[in-house]
């Protein structure tokens, strides 16, 4: 059948594009291993040009294929599964990008043009290690691309083709008998981008984290080579500023996953210890153990080993989680795991075929890497150093171990093993120590010198910061309100003991670059990346020590109600224009709009005013509806930034959100003066029927006539109403105005009056649909802001190391 | 034996022993029936809502009381106590992981894990359904 519409030359072409870029991918790691392995420096000469020049095409490959499925996105062609599947009309622009890394093919794409950067970077150094380093790098853009090339080898699918037309993907879907079904109404928008993704953050944290991920390569390749040259010190100096960009790097990506987790999820938190926020996490802690080792042998000729494993396994990490997080074994244990697309196999093999010849290589050459055998002397700097290393890999393996255990056991051995009850506090209660003893470690090793220290004029350095800290830390520790006495005693000192140790970090390496260092900024990265550290550590024990939960539910619990007594209550309910009582605040859901972007968000108003100070805000957390076909809501919640806290609150249910009619019928009841009406909870007495009396909830004008019915209602927690139901005439048109009592679910109209009896027509209604109203969660996160500063400064502080070391290197190196 | 050599040692050996304190910790997953028979037991019961029995949520009342009735695969059911408000798209999902304890014929629920297929990643045959005619 010839189908009308399609634009069919697009997809071929991405997909030859695609290909193009495995075969030139291929072709520059051929050309570089025979450059690396060529016996004279012609022959390697014309090899490396044959070999850069593929890997320029390979780059120029990738790069059209990204344009080519963005402009697909962009131009809405919707015949193409990626538009359709993964973007929708309505989206802006900064959103549409975010729609090429929510599929797997996207994040596969952003992470080979990564690559790309970096292997030009690299090429355009013209180092001596060009070869091997290139050679690692052009067969990592193999193995990626045939992630995207998307060819079925007999039965055997080969990564996933992005340009696959819906209409390949759902074959026997009956529209697509029809030669013009790009013009049938499901055809003409796309599924949307998941409703969660639709975050600024979204926009940027994708790109930075991938290019942490791409980053680790470097390090890795420059190891690969010094193993495979049997050079095997050379390249320690000049990888260096690679290994801090890519802790850099890694480490600002993931915490702009956190900063988007904080924003956009409802845990009430920046982090989850989930599956594939550990994943990222891993790779980053064994680059810094890394990146220290490394430091280590440059200044003293040790460690080396230790630095060769830390590389390749940090590598390897980035790697298994791409396997953890794409493959679909997390299963049940992470929400935002990928779900299967169906080439497992091809992510296993990918992870081991750069797992297993480096592995391999590093012990088979393991004894002829150089060390020193004479034992390090414990005042030296190296010394501590190497500890610390060892023990950001130990705490690294631990959460792999506490990550993946569950999951691969399970699926090896079909078990039904589940993480333990609590499982934050597993991870929690370990890694408390870790931060004392990193803590300790940042805040002293950098007053000891390397190879051996005077230790009078270490003492004499370290007392100011030591007592200045114990000072701050036991301020903090007495006034400071940290509390938290969930999982007793010990854990509350353990995180006393944090504080110190994080203060003690800040306080050492601020001093240090005060005194050490005379203030000189220019050589203060480690320091300045240090201190940023301490407050990270800092922030995150703050905050997540400190954080309440301000919507206790003590408004309107009636007390006859199911017993509710061990309830959390972490929820407050809020009627619509109902001020009501939540802790130190008055709360007061004023209204709700969802106008906003085509009806897709529902944004409520919630009023907030301090019982203590009288100030007054609003917050605005909102609904977001579910993309994909999907129903219901998805979460958006909003927050109050202070310098020194944050008001965070969310919607845990709303009344508009279940959006089923409601069928409860009124009730009809023929009453005189002074009947009672029974309802559920209580009854009402007609107490007047009067023609505009002067005291009225209505204001009815001067050309108006009202008949206002009042009923006193009685609730059985003796709590009483006034309703006055009314009829208005306003000219020739009469309007029933009903009154209701929203905590009472009752709506009370008053429909007709019998002149000869005297009654009147009550129509009463009892449902708690009427009743505008939202549940909430109210959090309030103190000190968050450090953590971010924190972040910035120590990401700063590698940045300014890496300027440092490039500019040394520039002076010492040789190039070719 | 050098410094570096023993504390190494000594560091992978307080890092076993934390794993194996860890692995020693882990919880398990549980249809209804033998949750049942491990009473009082943190589990994590996979099941789904039975959408025949009535929902019991008033958030009016009290925004942190849901009580609902879970069925699994096996066709067993029980009633579930959750003391928090009800998570958007309950009644959507399509599986329940509920963590918590069996006690006295109602599983208390702690927490609870949606299975909403597409709620993070696409879901095939909810792509198929929107492909069909009758949209």
């Not at chain 1, 690396?36 to 022959?43: D, F, L, P």
């Not at chain 1, 802790?583 to 409520?604: L, P, Q």
């Not at chain 1, 909870?681 to 108006?704: F, Q, R, Y």
């Amino acid at each position: 059948m010839k189908y009308i519409g399609e634009h069919l030359l697009l997809g071929q072409w991405g997909h030859f594009f695609a290909v193009l870029s495995f075969v030139a991918a291929l072709l520059a790691t051929i050309g570089y291993v025979k450059a690396t392995n060529a016996v004279s420096i012609a022959e390697s000469q014309a090899w490396k040009r044959f070999a850069r020049i593929l890997f320029l095409i390979d780059c120029g490959a990738v790069l059209t294929v990204l344009a080519i499925v963005y402009y697909i996105i962009s131009h809405h062609l919707f015949e193409y599964n990626y538009a359709w599947s993964h973007s929708s009309k309505a989206l802006s622009t900064e959103y549409l990008f975010s729609c090429i890394w929510e599929a797997q093919e996207g994040s596969f794409l952003l992470w080979m043009i990564w690559h790309c950067v970096l292997g030009m970077l690299l090429i355009n150094k013209k180092t001596v290690w060009e070869a091997p380093v290139m050679a690692v790098i052009s067969f990592m853009q193999v193995c990626l691309a045939v992630m995207i090339i998307g060819i079925y080898i007999g039965d055997v699918k080969i990564g996933i083709n992005p340009f696959l037309l819906v209409r390949e993907i759902f074959q026997d879907a009956p529209i697509f008998n029809t030669e013009n079904y790009l013009s049938i109404p499901q055809m003409q928008d796309g599924q949307g981008l998941n409703q969660l993704l639709q975050n600024y953050w979204m926009v940027i944290h994708p790109p930075i984290l991938f290019l942490g991920f791409a980053s680790t390569i470097v390090p890795f390749a420059y190891a690969m080579a010094g193993l495979w040259k049997k050079e095997y010190t050379g390249w320690t100096k000049e990888a260096l500023p690679w290994t801090l960009f890519s802790a850099g790097i890694l480490g600002l990506g993931i915490m702009m996953g956190a900063a988007w987790a904080y924003e956009s999820l409802t845990f009430g938190g920046f982090w989850a210890w989930d599956p594939v926020e550990n994943a990222s996490l891993v790779p980053w802690m064994i680059m810094i153990a890394g990146l220290h080792a490394q430091l280590i042998f440059n200044a003293t000729r040790r460690s080396l080993r230790a630095a060769y494993l830390f590389f390749i396994l940090s590598f390897f990490f980035v790697l298994f989680s791409t396997f953890l997080t794409r493959s679909g074994i997390l299963g049940d244990s992470s929400v935002h795991a990928f779900v299967e697309g169906g080439i497992n196999v091809q992510l296993l093999i990918f992870m081991l075929v750069f797992l297993l010849p480096a592995l391999a290589l590093y012990l088979k050459r393991y004894a002829q890497i150089p060390k020193i055998i004479k034992e390090e002397n414990t005042y030296s700097r190296e010394f501590w150093m190497f500890i610390g290393s060892l023990v950001f890999f130990l705490s690294a393996m631990v959460i792999t171990w506490q990550t993946a255990f569950t999951p691969i056991y399970n699926k090896l051995l079909g078990k039904t093993t589940a993480a333990p009850e609590d499982p934050t506090f597993a991870y929690n209660k370990i890694q408390i120590f870790v931060a004392i003893v990193i803590g300790m470690l940042t805040a002293t090793t950098q007053y000891f010198k390397y190879k051996d220290t005077p230790i009078a004029s270490f003492r004499k350095k370290i007392i100011i910061p030591l007592v200045l800290s114990v000072a701050v830390a036991t301020c903090i520790s007495i006034f400071g309100g940290v509390r938290y006495d969930t999982y007793g005693l010990g854990f509350l000192a353990a995180i006393h003991l944090a504080l110190f140790a994080s203060i003690y970090a800040v306080v050492a390496n601020v001093a240090y670059i005060l005194l050490g260092l005379k203030g000189k900024l220019k050589v203060a990265g480690a320091s300045v990346a240090h201190t940023g550290f301490g407050l990270m550590l800092l922030g995150i024990l703050l905050s997540s020590a400190q954080k309440e939960v301000l919507s206790k539910n003590n408004g309107i619990l009636l007390p006859f109600e199911p017993a509710t007594k061990e309830n959390p209550t972490e929820n407050i309910t809020l009627i619509k224009g109902l001020k009501t009582n939540m802790g130190r605040y008055w709360a007061t859901y004023e209204k709700s709009d969802s106008s906003i972007r085509n009806g897709t968000v529902s944004f409520f108003k919630i009023n907030f005013e301090d019982k203590n100070t009288h100030e007054k805000f609003s917050l605005y957390p909102n609904l977001i509806k579910n993309t994909k076909g999907q129903q219901g809501f998805s979460n958006n919640p909003d927050a109050r930034h202070y310098w020194n806290k944050d008001i965070f609150t969310y919607i845990s249910y709303a009344s508009t959100m279940d959006g089923e009619e409601d069928t409860i019928q009124f009730r009809k009841h023929t009453v005189k003066l002074k009947d009672t009406v029974y309802y559920a909870n209580g009854l009402m007495v007609l107490d007047t029927v009067a023609i505009n009396p002067p005291n009225t909830k209505h204001t009815i004008g001067a050309a108006d006539t009202a008949i206002v019915a009042t009923l006193k209602v009685r609730a059985k927690d003796s709590s009483t109403y006034i309703l006055q139901p009314a009829i208005f005439w306003k000219g020739a048109y009469s309007t029933l105005v009903f009154d209701t009592a929203f905590t009472q679910n009752i709506a009370v109209g008053f429909t007709n009056v019998n002149d000869t009896t005297g009654a009147i027509e009550l129509q009463v209604k009892e449902s708690a649909r009427m009743v505008p109203f939202v549940a909430l969660k109210v959090y309030l996160f103190p000190h968050i802001n450090v953590l971010w500063i924190g972040t910035i400064v120590m990401v700063t502080g590698f940045f300014m190391s890496l300027l440092y070391r490039r500019k040394l290197n520039k002076r010492q190196l040789p190039t070719t | 034996m050098k410094k570096t050599h023993l504390v190494v040692l000594v560091f992978i050996a307080i890092a076993i022993g934390v794993l194996i304190s860890y692995t020693g910790n882990l919880s398990s997953y549980e249809t209804i029936a033998s949750a049942k028979q491990k009473e009082g037991k943190f589990v994590r019961l996979i099941a789904k809502v039975d959408k025949a029995s009535p929902i019991e949520y008033n958030p009016v009342k009290d925004p942190n009381y849901l009580v609902f009735t879970a069925i699994d695969t096996l066709g067993q059911t029980t009633k579930v106590v959750y003391l928090n408000a009800k998570p958007t798209d309950f009644e959507k999902s399509e599986r329940l992981v509920l963590n918590g304890r069996m006690k006295n014929g109602a599983f208390e629920c702690k927490d609870m894990l949606l299975k909403c297929p597409s709620k993070y990643k696409d879901d095939p045959n909810m792509a198929k359904k929107n492909l069909s005619f009758s949209n």
